[in-house]
């Protein structure tokens, strides 16, 4: 029995400095991420009020909408966010803090692992979609209103290629690195892991603007974030959030038969 115990001590302190080791990697804290989401949101705000002004002085508000977005210019939008939500997470984890790539989570994992990872979340993120559309039209008769993306595929003006690009590769990588690798990590070293998978996946649904979907965004950034916390590593979550936004606008493609290449 003595010799039980000792090994299920042993065991309990091995999880315990690994859990130290773990958290010692994330040198960044919450003033450093809240100073993050103020900034951005203050800048994508200014940027949004200051176009709408420039826009209403030259009296082209009426000109200006989803119907006539170009490839440029939603580059250049799009571009922007992507700068400031890498470019933050560059500032304060790896210039002001010094950390590296590794501590955000950018490291090797088993790519066995990462299908069935991915494969299994799937199935449990069309479920719960499936459920909240079934309830929200089914049961409540609320009708989903298009989306900023379907928006785009519809009026074709921006390229298929683009938009696939941006979705399914772009977005993925930008996002986990900043919500998954920046800022759950932040939140689960000061508040626990439930704290920080449910804080970061409430500001991931927020941060998408769309009220009607926020519950299964919700759903999907806590899946995400606990896929990272077992894995400790941002790959399977890249990997799954990249198949199902492809899925996601391959899918949109084929009801709205719409693709442009150009």
């Not at 919450?30 to 709408?52: C, H, P, Q």
């Not at 939008?77 to 560059?90: A, R, T």
């Not at 939140?187 to 449910?198: A, E, M, P, R």
């Amino acid at each position: 029995m003595a010799q039980i115990r000792r090994s299920d001590l042993r065991h309990i302190q091995d999880k315990e400095e690994d859990k130290e080791s773990e958290l010692a990697q994330v040198k960044w804290t919450l003033r450093d991420i809240w100073f993050s989401i103020l900034f951005l949101i203050a800048v994508l705000t200014g940027i949004y009020f200051g176009t709408a002004r420039i826009i209403m002085a030259l009296k082209i508000g009426e000109r200006i909408n989803s119907s006539n977005i170009t490839n440029l210019s939603f580059s250049v939008l799009y571009g922007i966010q992507v700068l400031l939500m890498v470019g933050l997470v560059w500032f304060y984890a790896i210039y002001w803090r010094r950390a590296k790539c590794r501590d955000l989570g950018l490291k090797y994992y088993s790519l066995i692992k990462t299908i069935w990872y991915s494969f299994l979340a799937l199935l449990l993120i069309i479920v719960i979609n499936f459920v909240y559309v079934f309830l929200m039209t089914g049961i409540f008769k609320i009708a989903p209103p298009s989306s900023k993306i379907e928006e785009l595929v519809s009026n074709k003006n921006v390229s298929s290629i683009m938009l696939l690009v941006i979705v399914s590769v772009i977005a993925p990588i930008c996002e986990e690195i900043f919500f998954r690798g920046f800022l759950f990590q932040g939140f689960k070293k000061s508040w626990g892991v439930l704290t920080g998978i449910l804080i970061s996946s409430i500001l991931f649904a927020a941060a998408h603007l769309d009220l009607y979907n926020f519950l299964p965004l919700l759903a999907i950034g806590w899946i995400l974030a606990y896929i990272f916390h077992k894995t400790k590593s941002l790959f399977p979550v890249i990997f799954l959030h990249a198949i199902y936004n492809l899925l996601m606008i391959l899918i949109l493609f084929s009801q709205l038969n719409s693709i442009k290449i150009y």
